[in-house]
């Protein structure tokens, strides 16, 4: 369905396309947390990492806001060199637009409800995740569909190696911002061949290097982090434990 809206969309001036593609991402973002809310075991203080100790929450600050600065940065060299994009506020509003409009819905929807309910077959979530979310953007072309299957199934990775669904959006959200808004400006231009031949051979072989470093890791499911039994009493004495 929402692949059939933004392909109509996409046929319709600027003004009510975005007003379109807006509003299907703010029901998107809206259903998603409703649905998610409602899966059993589901904690957004845990998952927006609001249950961080003081000292890990100010290191991930810190590793935000230099993400944040470099990212913008680049982008604000780049931009108004060109002059193909607008700067200042406007940058500023694209970011918060891809945070919240396009990141955070898609993490809460594939990372977040399809893993969470395929959670006992986890390698089946995995890539039900990235086919799905590859599927998403159908729009953009066929020859671009490994890639956002490589792209999905890296995310999907990351999510089982223990990130948060915010950790994920801000991780998706800075992707998105770079490679849309900042590489097409002048002196990062190259041919769609190129991109569509390099990225997804690129993306695929980061994605298996994860696997690998995940297959080789010991990650316990969610089911399997239960505190040990403790020993039994008898006769004043515990038995020791087996």
């Keep these: 369905m929402s692949v059939l809206v933004v392909a109509y969309a996409n046929s319709l001036p600027s ?5 379109i593609l807006y509003t299907l991402s703010a029901i998107q973002l809206g259903c998603a947390v409703l649905v998610f809310l409602r899966m059993d075991g589901v904690s957004l203080r845990r998952e927006f ?6 000292a890990s ?5 810190i590793l935000g806001g230099t993400t944040w600065f ?5 982008y604000f060299a780049l931009t108004t060199r060109s002059g193909l994009f607008p700067s200042g506020i ?3 509003w694209q970011l918060v637009y891809f945070i919240f409009l396009i990141a955070l819905p898609e993490e809460l929807i594939f990372r977040g409800i399809i893993m969470r309910a395929l959670a006992g077959q986890i390698r089946i979530a995995m890539l039900a995740s ?4 590859s599927l998403l953007h159908l729009n953009n072309g066929l020859p671009m569909l490994p890639y956002y299957f490589a792209l999905g199934l890296l995310l999907s990775m990351l999510r089982r190696s223990g990130l948060t669904i915010a950790e994920l959006t801000i991780w998706h959200a800075m ?7 900042a590489l097409p400006a002048e002196g990062f231009r190259v ?3 190129s991109f569509n031949v390099v990225a997804p051979i690129f993306l695929l072989f980061m994605t298996s290097f994860v696997g690998w470093i995940s297959s080789e890791s010991t990650v316990p499911d969610e089911d399997e982090l239960v505190e040990p039994e403790k020993p039994v009493q008898r006769d004043g004495k515990a038995l020791a434990a087996t």
Excluded: D, P
């Excluded at 990235?130 to 979310?133: G, I, Q, V, W």
């Excluded at 992707?175 to 808004?181: A, I, L, Y």
């Design 15 to 19: 003004g009510a396309r975005t007003i």
């Design 49 to 54: 990492g609001l249950r961080s100790s003081v």
């Design 57 to 61: 929450f100010r290191l991930r600050a």
């Design 70 to 74: 470099l990212v913008m940065g680049m």
């Design 90 to 92: 406007g940058a500023v």
């Design 130 to 133: 990235a086919a799905l979310f």
């Design 175 to 181: 992707f998105n911002f770079v490679s849309v808004v």
């Design 191 to 193: 041919s769609a061949t």
